[in-house]
């Protein structure tokens, strides 16, 4: 298979159209065989759900060229798993987990052309999705729904590639104690999109949102759960149940503790206590694990002893080996990685 002419080595984090996409609808109570097709417009009512009350969730995924030269992706039984939890919230049908996978490894497959090679840095971010599709005008669930998967490929989801971050605690609400942060609905990040434009406005990457009820505790960003490592190499990450469960941090947390024999702590993280920890990391299959060098509290600075050049040390080995589990350099734990070709 011929890949096309990318420049693979500058790709940013947009979509760039490619050629198959799958589709299946959702009517009278089932989910057609699904197809994939060339169009990548979707035509709906003007009184669709998704457009009306926003009844939509999604998912990312990214998919890989091994150093052998296969074709991967990692954990997708996650994400199927995930989905169904978004669409029981989000009271959607459910797309069935196993056709699910299946869906995501047919289109990764039939884009081949797109998979970026090894060593290229580059990856095919795979993007599922659902939305209502017909018209409801009375706050109803709609009664037919399309699921579909796409790809693009991407190259750092943060300008600079790996360079540190520097964010700023939130004012705004990610998530309500008892709403919809755990699950990824559209309307998560619809309700973002002013805090990350003001914070880009003043000069940061990205938020740390606090939880909610008592705005003490460090909850995630608006795309990414949060590691920390304390100055005797100790891993924290913050324990919500308002923040969405990463798939990337729970592999990290088993990356840490069965690859580089760290102790985990998965807890209430306060804000007042991070300025006591050695490292700061942003984790998701778009982040993969970023650097965080500075956080900024209403102009107070917390400084990272890893400081604005490089990540530091455990989170460099712990991105080391997550990504050499999901390129094929690292053996991977029994069912993390998912053969496409
Ligand atoms: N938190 C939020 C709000 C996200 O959007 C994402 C991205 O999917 C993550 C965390 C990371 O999750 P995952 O590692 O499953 O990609
Ligand atoms: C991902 O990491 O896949 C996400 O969906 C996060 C999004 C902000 C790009």
Request: charge should be negative; include cysteine.
């Amino acid at each position: 298979m011929e890949k096309k002419n990318i420049d693979w080595a500058n790709l940013g984090f947009g979509y760039v159209q490619t050629d198959k996409r799958f589709v299946s609808n959702y009517k009278d109570g089932a989910w057609d065989e699904g197809a994939l097709i060339s169009d990548a417009n979707v035509v709906i009512s003007e009184c669709a759900g998704v457009l009306q009350y926003s009844q939509s969730c999604f998912e990312g995924m990214k998919a890989y060229t091994t150093e052998d030269g296969h074709i991967v992706t990692f954990r997708p039984d996650l994400n199927a798993q995930r989905m169904e939890d978004s669409c029981r919230r989000l009271e959607m049908p459910v797309f069935p987990q196993d056709r699910f996978v299946d869906a995501v490894c047919q289109t990764v497959a039939a884009n081949e052309a797109y998979v970026p090679p090894y060593g290229s840095g580059a990856t095919l971010y795979i993007r599922p999705y659902m939305f209502g599709s017909d018209a409801v005008i009375g706050v109803s669930p709609a009664t037919e729904y399309q699921f579909r998967v796409f790809v693009t490929q991407v190259g750092p989801y943060f300008k600079g590639g790996v360079k540190p971050l520097t964010i700023r605690v939130s004012d705004y609400d990610r998530a309500a104690p008892h709403g919809t942060g755990h699950i990824k609905a559209g309307l998560n990040y619809a309700m973002s999109l002013y805090p990350i434009m003001e914070a880009h406005r003043q000069g940061f990457d990205e938020n740390l949102y606090l939880d909610p009820a008592t705005r003490t505790k460090v909850e995630e960003t608006g795309g990414a759960n949060f590691l920390f490592v304390t100055k005797d190499n100790k891993v924290v990450t913050p324990k919500s149940g308002s923040i969405l469960p990463s798939i990337t941090r729970r592999s990290l947390v088993a990356v840490a503790r069965d690859y580089l024999g760290l102790e985990v702590e998965e807890r209430e993280v306060y804000l007042e206590e991070v300025k006591d920890f050695a490292e700061c990391g942003l984790c998701g299959t778009a982040a993969v694990i970023s650097p965080v060098g500075r956080i900024n509290d209403h102009g107070k600075e917390i400084c990272f002893p890893s400081g604005m050049e490089k990540m530091g040390p455990v989170i460099q080995k712990l991105y080391d080996t997550l990504t050499g589990i999901q390129m094929g350099r690292i053996q991977a734990p029994e069912g993390w990685i998912k053969v496409i070709k």
